[in-house]
């Protein structure tokens, strides 16, 4: 693998199990993609996607087999945080904890750097 592993973004147990479950039923060398873009209603969204092949400059983290991909325009609005799943009464989701975001949407999933 080309890509650069990265000690700025952690994966929660409960986040690598429940990747690895969806990743059982995908192809053979999945992994799980999360980024950001513009949008939302609080400035920047968190997006997460399966993917089989990574780009080269792509950074990855690992937890106990399941493999995280993060492109490095996301990283620095992710640098620091930790990507979690949450089953709750709101459902069941991935959740990024980002020590950078100085609001969020209630959703989890748009928010804001000052």
């Given at each position: 693998m080309d890509a650069s592993p990265s000690q700025n973004f952690s994966v929660t147990e409960?986040?690598?199990?429940?990747?690895?479950?969806?990743?059982?039923t995908e192809p053979e060398?999945?992994?799980l993609r999360v980024s950001v873009?513009?949008?939302?209603?609080?400035?920047?969204?968190?997006?997460?996607a399966v993917e089989t092949a990574?780009?080269?400059?792509?950074?990855?983290?690992?937890?106990?087999?399941?493999?995280?991909?993060?492109d490095p325009t996301s990283l620095p609005f992710l640098e620091g945080s930790t990507l979690?799943?949450?089953?709750d009464l709101m459902g069941q989701s991935f959740?990024?904890?980002?020590?950078n975001a100085t609001a969020a949407c209630g959703c989890g999933t748009?928010?804001?750097?000052g």
């Amino acid at each position: 693998m080309d890509a650069s592993p990265s000690q700025n973004f952690s994966v929660t147990e409960r986040a690598a199990k429940r990747i690895l479950t969806i990743l059982a039923t995908e192809p053979e060398g999945s992994k799980l993609r999360v980024s950001v873009s513009g949008g939302g209603c609080s400035g920047f969204q968190y997006g997460f996607a399966v993917e089989t092949a990574d780009a080269a400059d792509d950074i990855w983290v690992e937890r106990d087999g399941a493999v995280v991909l993060i492109d490095p325009t996301s990283l620095p609005f992710l640098e620091g945080s930790t990507l979690d799943f949450v089953d709750d009464l709101m459902g069941q989701s991935f959740r990024v904890e980002n020590p950078n975001a100085t609001a969020a949407c209630g959703c989890g999933t748009s928010f804001s750097i000052g």
